[in-house]
């Protein structure tokens, strides 16, 4: 009885190195998954920074040309602007002005 006793400490033994190797392989498949997720979120994050940043440039340019649209809209408003377009779509002059021809 004493040798049957030993094999099956033995078996037991082995069976636990086995179990021990196949959950480290497990842990080992899960760590790389993990790192492989970690790398491809970190490159998607740049890619969204980058776009962000390019956003919020766009943004800026917009709102600049919202403000020089409102200065325009304010300039269009006033009797210089009246006065200007008359000048330049009609032709028309003031009563004391000399107008002077470009010779072709």
């Known amino acids: 009885m004493g040798k049957s006793g030993k094999k099956r400490k033995k078996k037991t033994i ?4 086995l179990g021990m190797f196949g959950i480290s392989l497990i ?10 997720q970690s790398r491809d979120l970190k ?18 340019e917009e709102q600049a040309r919202t403000q020089e649209i409102e200065d325009l809209k304010q ?3 006033t009797d210089e602007y009246a006065e200007q377009a008359a000048r330049e ?3 028309l002059v003031k009563e004391n002005e000399i107008i002077f ?3 072709k």
């Open 75 to 77: 300039y269009m408003l």
């Open 14 to 17: 082995g069976y636990n190195h």
């Open 43 to 60: 490159e998607s994050l740049a890619g969204y920074e980058t776009r962000a940043e390019a956003l919020s440039q766009q943004i800026e």
């Open 27 to 36: 842990v080992l498949i899960l760590i790389l998954t993990l790192m492989a």
């Open 101 to 103: 021809q470009e010779e």
């Open 89 to 91: 779509k009609l032709g």
